[in-house]
Each structure stands twice: as C-alpha cells, then as structure tokens.
C-alpha cells in the first residue's frame, strides 16, 4: 500500500481506486443522507448513507469514498485484478495545496518501482 504509506509521511489524505469498477465519473459533492455507500461491518456486507452535507465522493450509483478517504466502498476498492487506479489526494486549504502536491510528486517517484513489484518484474 504505498499510497497509504505517503498518506501518513506528508499527512494528507489519499484514496486509491480502481476505476474499471466505476459507473460514471468520480465526483465530489456534499451528500443529501439518501445516497447509498456499500461496505462492510465485522465482514457483512452492509449499505451506510452518509450524513447530510458530509463531503463524498461518489459514481453514479454510490458514494465510492466517505470522511475524507477514510472511508471507501467495497466496490471501487484496490484489489488483485485490479488494472487501473486513480488516486485522490484531498486538501482542505491554500497551505495544504502545496502538501498535496508534494504526496502526489512523492507518490508518483514511489510508483514505477512498486508497478514491476506488483507485476514480477525484477527492479534491477
């Protein structure tokens, strides 16, 4: 998970997504209560709403991503098949632009590296 491992080095929050399992295109937007976010709880598969006005992310069925990446669905989650990802990396204000940018540079160096890891090629 080297996206989580840059999450906690720069402290800024990152979701990684497999985007073949979306229905649309990502969007953020403030929840109305009613949308539907698919998960689990002690390993049964559950639906949750978000709370009115909670900031998601969603598809065009479900919320895909809820409290700032911290919470994703089961749906879009980074799995053995999956073949392409989105990562998305929050930032709440001006001064936290600069540290998103830094976890996304620092992210996409770790990247390539992890790629031929995940894939069996021998990195040297």
């Known amino acids: 998970d080297v996206y989580n ?10 979701g990684g997504e497999d ?4 229905e ?10 009613d949308e539907p976010f ?8 559950v639906v949750e ?14 919320v895909t991503c ?7 669905t089961t749906r879009t989650a980074i799995g053995p098949t999956t073949r392409r990802v989105g990562f998305i990396i929050d930032s709440l204000d001006a001064p936290g632009h600069d540290g998103a940018r830094a976890a996304a540079d620092r992210l996409a160096s770790f990247l390539p590296n992890a790629h031929r890891r995940v ?3 021998d990195p040297h």
């Open 5 to 14: 491992a840059v999450s906690v080095l720069d402290r800024v929050p990152i």
């Open 19 to 22: 985007l073949d399992r979306y």
């Open 24 to 33: 649309g295109c990502p969007r953020l937007l403030l929840a109305s209560g």
């Open 38 to 45: 698919p998960t689990t709880d002690h390993g049964d598969a």
């Open 49 to 62: 709403h978000p709370d009115p006005g909670e900031p998601v992310w969603t598809d065009d069925e479900v």
């Open 66 to 72: 809820r409290r700032w990446n911290w919470r994703q």
């Open 119 to 121: 894939i069996g090629d």
